[in-house]
T-cell receptor
Framework: EPEVTQTPSHQVTQMGQEVILRCVPI?????FYWYRQILGQKVEFLVS????????KSEIFDDQFSVERPDGSNFTLKIRSTKLEDSAMYFC???????????FGSGTQLSVL | AQSVTQLDSHVSVSEGTPVLLRCNYS??????LFWYVQHPNKGLQLLLK??????LVKGINGFEAEFKKSETSFHLTKPSAHMSDAAEYFC????????????FGKGTTLSVSS
């Protein structure tokens, strides 16, 4: 079965630094998503992306966050100035069409020190 | 707004015995409901999906779930647990009718003993 790939699996950064989390969605998928899970809490929706623009975003997705599809294969999440509370597991997902099954990556564990 | 509550944070069963993972939801319209499973160091995998067709939904690995509107429940069951079923299970409701923004429950850890 095709997979969504996320790199790195674990990212450690200092508070205030910028981080970029990378994802390679499944090649024929058109919708891309980021979710996060803070330790001990629910998986939370951050943002969905289609046709090179954000289609939906949650309250969590403030001005510190941005997403980009810089080329035909990568989908990135950037956090401009990380805070301690940004420490979480970040999941990328993609789907073939709106409302279709989401395929998730195995996540990037972000630790902000 | 949609929400989902998983009633048990941890369920322990013996291999070969039935599995029941409970989930209640709230939704202002006919929801799409999902169960996802997460094995250690793996991504979230879709087990099954309900989208207003048959109320009993069959998924992968012998799991099934029944949508009960009167009880606002979508419990996950399996007749006979296997050691490989040990994982974290998430009940999920879509936040809109297109199902693009998913709302996750807190998860239930299933342990299976031999």
């Amino acid at each position: 079965e095709p997979e969504v790939t996320q790199t790195p699996s674990h990212q450690v950064t200092q508070m205030g630094q910028e981080v970029i989390l990378r994802c390679v969605p499944i090649s024929n998928h058109l919708y891309f998503y980021w979710y996060r899970q803070i330790l001990g809490q629910k998986v939370e929706f951050l943002v969905s992306f289609y046709n090179n623009e954000i289609s939906e975003k949650s309250e969590i997705f403030d001005d510190q966050f941005s997403v980009e599809r810089p080329d035909g294969s990568n989908f990135t999440l950037k956090i401009r100035s990380t805070k301690l509370e940004d420490s979480a597991m970040y999941f990328c997902a993609s789907s073939e069409a709106r409302g279709e099954k989401l395929f998730f990556g195995s996540g990037t564990q972000l630790s902000v020190l | 707004a949609q929400s989902v509550t998983q009633l048990d944070s941890h369920v322990s069963v013996s291999e070969g015995t039935p599995v029941l993972l409970r989930c209640n939801y709230s939704s202002s319209y006919s929801p799409s409901l999902f169960w996802y499973v997460q094995h250690p160091n793996k991504g979230l995998q879709l087990l099954l999906k309900y989208t207003s067709a048959a109320t009993l939904v069959k998924g992968i690995n012998g799991f099934e779930a029944e949508f009960k509107k009167s009880e606002t429940s979508f419990h996950l069951t399996k007749p006979s647990a296997h050691m490989s079923d040990a994982a974290e299970y998430f009940c999920v409701v879509s936040d809109d009718q297109a199902g693009t923004a998913l709302i996750f429950g807190k998860g239930t850890t299933l342990s299976v003993s031999s």
